[in-house]
């Protein structure tokens, strides 16, 4: 590769990381330190009401006991409002972006589709301005069209933006930067190359390349790996309850991860060093082997 590959990892401290976190670190890590590359961290802690006390210290201590080194220092999304407000001055200047006043029960009412996230695809309402009398509660990006790109493991997907989102938040009515926007300017910032990351996040790709194309941002290659599902088939999740890693024994999870993602693990690893585990996911990584895994409705194939 002409250019240097940059990948990361972007938890959430919303509970300590599980076996699904896990799997997407793994991916991620592997892609990244099999191509000679470097693999960033980024705390996306933007969602200040979602964050739990404690959490981000915990998996910053996992990720250590579990043997992952990152390069450069941790990105703290809690630090980069000034960032993101400049980008949202860039669009709104561009006319890209406009004030909605609609409350959530407002949508509810004049929605008429659902939105590929489980939410209602915004109709519209403020596009053309706002109503008399209201002010904006959130600021909106304009979408149109359909948006296509090519996931290295999924192949060619395309989402009809309009039918499928709608116009989506920039800033929500709490003030609050939205998870899009911010992580587009992030990934822009930090040189983000490549993005592994699990297929739940598969349908908020085509937002995010709408938004690098809006503010003339690069494009990173895109590689969604399968989700690890419980005994129900639901994904595994703080809301799922999933089981937090144990920090104590990290080299049989590992290898599970491993064997998920579809590598030829040789027999005995779980019980080798965390060095020498390490040593040979690096040498021996396939990203060819990586089953697909399933696809999240609203990005389908082309």
Not at 84 to 96: K, T, V
Not at 124 to 139: F, Y
Not at 159 to 177: I, K, P, S, W, Y
Not at 182 to 188: P, S
Request: aromatic share 8%; net charge neutral.
């Amino acid at each position: 590769m002409n250019q240097l590959y940059r990948g990361r990892f972007a938890p959430s401290p919303t509970g300590p990381l599980h076996a699904g976190s896990l799997v997407a670190a793994v991916g991620s890590y592997l892609d990244a330190r099999s191509q000679h590359g470097e693999w960033l961290l980024r705390m996306e802690d933007v969602d200040t009401p979602r964050n739990v006390s404690g959490a981000a210290d915990d998996i910053l201590r996992t990720l250590e006991a579990f043997g992952f080194c990152w390069d450069g220092p941790v990105l703290w999304q809690s630090t980069r409002s000034e960032a993101y407000a400049e980008a949202l001055a860039q669009l709104r200047s561009a006319g890209l972006a406009y004030g909605c006043a609609c409350s959530r029960k407002e949508i509810a009412d004049s929605a008429s589709r659902p939105a590929i996230d489980g939410g209602l695809a915004y109709p519209g309402t403020c596009r053309v301005g706002l109503p008399a009398g209201r002010q904006a509660r959130a600021w909106r990006l304009r979408v149109d069209g359909e948006l296509g790109f090519v996931d290295r493991l999924q192949g060619h997907l395309s989402q009809q933006l309009e039918n499928d989102v709608g116009d989506f938040v920039l800033l929500r009515a709490d003030g609050l930067f939205a998870y899009q926007l911010a992580v587009t300017v992030d990934d822009e910032f930090q040189g983000i190359s490549d993005i592994v990351r699990g297929a739940d996040l598969l349908a908020s790709t085509p937002r995010q390349i709408w938004l690098q194309r809006c503010l003339g941002y690069r494009q990173p290659r895109y590689a969604h790996l399968p989700v690890v599902s419980n005994a129900a088939g639901e994904k595994l999740s703080k809301q799922t309850l999933a089981p937090a890693l144990d920090a104590g024994r990290p080299v049989p999870q590992l290898v599970a991860a491993l064997r998920f993602l579809g590598q030829a693990v040789p027999p005995g690893l779980e019980h080798a060093r965390l060095d020498e585990c390490w040593a040979w996911a690096i040498a021996h990584w396939q990203f060819s082997a990586i089953p697909s895994g399933r696809v999240i409705p609203g990005a389908s194939p082309a």
